[in-house]
Nanobody, 115 residues
Framework: QVHLVESGGGLVQPGGSLRLSCSAS????????VGWFRQAPGKPREFIAG???????NYADSVKGRFTISRDNVKDTVYLQMNSLKPDATEVYYC?????????WGQGTKVTVSS
């Protein structure tokens, strides 16, 4: 069992940056692949970025070059550095940890990009 808590959301101006954190409790987090997703009201949850247990990364085309995912296995935390934020990034951001058939979601953190 893994419990995830996202943090770092808030209000930022267009063009600004935020770093989101996904902190895990429970054993074996370093073995999990972790993804960041976002969801706007009334829309499906959208994949943004993922990192494997080995550190391989992939990104949605919409965020490539602006967002960076990383992990600290000592702190059991995965980060999402978001730069050059646009107003359409105003959504709730979730992290997901997956290993085989097991998957866990956090409760989400709200990001608002507005002047």
């Amino acid at each position: 069992q893994v419990h995830l808590v996202e943090s770092g959301g808030g209000l930022v101006q267009p063009g600004g940056s935020l770093r989101l954190s996904c902190s895990a409790s429970g054993s074996g987090f370093s073995a999990y692949g972790v993804g960041w997703f976002r969801q706007a009201p009334g829309k499906p949850r959208e994949f943004i970025a993922g990192i494997t247990s080995g550190g391989s990364r992939n990104y949605a085309d919409s965020v490539k070059g602006r967002f960076t995912i990383s992990r600290d296995n000592v702190k059991d935390t995965v980060y999402l550095q978001m730069n050059s934020l646009k107003p359409d990034a105003t959504e709730v951001y979730y992290c997901n940890a997956a290993l085989g058939l097991k998957g866990f979601w956090g409760q989400g953190t709200k990001v608002t990009v507005s002047s």
